[in-house]
């Protein structure tokens, strides 16, 4: 079966600097990655999606990459900011799946001013 | 983009009693999924439900523990039967849509709802 893996351990990043999380997965190449942000208390929410085809995606401060011979996506907030903090999770859809995503545990992100 | 709210946001239930949680989207949706969460996990899918027909419930999870209902296009119960303290966890609403960035499907939450079993 497919496995996501994100770094469990909190990454502690200076305000102002880029900070960098990381998605692995096992076995075949996804359709799409997906990121998303998780605050305490509340249910995900969608930031940033990139397809199979391609390498880069850019939104206003964030940007993703993803290389399938890696079976790997990068996810940058550069610039950080205090109110970037937050869970950040990954989650994949397979080309197998019937609309299913696979999600990874998350990393928490915490920006100290 | 959609508006998902869920009732209750939280509960402490005691051993072998129920609980009902609802998922109210703000648009008519065809998919809409249940997730569990436990501290520092990954989110795990209990079931599809789509109007219409039966819930579609994944490796792990059975109708008699969580049955769902899905009356209509803007809503949804998930029941959790005869609970234990092993059902303490987040329970999360889900739809799943075209996005703005894409024509892929980006899912949607709802707050949650947590729940403490005694």
């Known amino acids: 079966s497919q496995k996501i893996e994100q770094n469990s351990e909190a990454l502690n990043i200076q305000e102002g600097k880029t900070a960098t999380l990381t998605c692995n997965y096992t076995?075949?190449?996804?359709?799409?990655l997906q990121w998303y942000r998780q605050d305490p208390g509340r249910g995900p929410v969608f930031l940033l999606l990139i397809r199979e085809n391609e390498k880069e995606k850019r939104k206003e401060r964030l940007k993703v990459t993803f290389d399938t011979t890696l079976k790997q996506s990068l996810f940058h907030i550069t610039a950080s900011q205090p109110a970037d903090s937050a869970t950040y999770l990954c989650?994949?859809?397979?080309?197998?799946?019937?609309?299913?995503?696979?999600w990874g545990a998350g990393t928490k992100l915490i920006i100290k001013p | 983009s959609a508006v998902i709210s869920q009732k209750p946001s939280r509960d402490i239930c005691q051993r072998g009693t129920s609980l009902t949680i609802q998922c109210q989207v703000d648009?008519?949706?065809?998919?809409m999924f249940w997730y569990r969460q436990q501290p520092g996990q990954s989110l795990t899918l209990i079931a599809t439900?789509?109007?219409?027909?039966?819930?579609?419930?994944e490796s792990g999870f059975v109708i008699d523990k969580f049955p769902i209902s899905r009356p209509n296009l803007t809503f949804s119960t998930l029941t959790v039967s005869n609970m234990s303290p092993e059902d303490s966890s987040i329970y999360l609403c889900?739809?799943?849509?075209?996005?703005?960035?894409?024509?892929?499907?980006?899912?949607?939450f709802g707050p949650g709802t947590r729940l403490t079993v005694l």
């Open positions: 076995n075949y190449s996804p359709a799409y």
């Open positions: 439900a789509n109007q219409g027909s039966e819930a579609t419930y």
């Open positions: 648009s008519q949706v065809t998919m």
């Open positions: 889900s739809v799943g849509l075209a996005g703005v960035q894409s024509s892929y499907n980006e899912q949607f």
């Open positions: 989650a994949l859809r397979f080309m197998d799946s019937n609309y299913q995503l696979i």
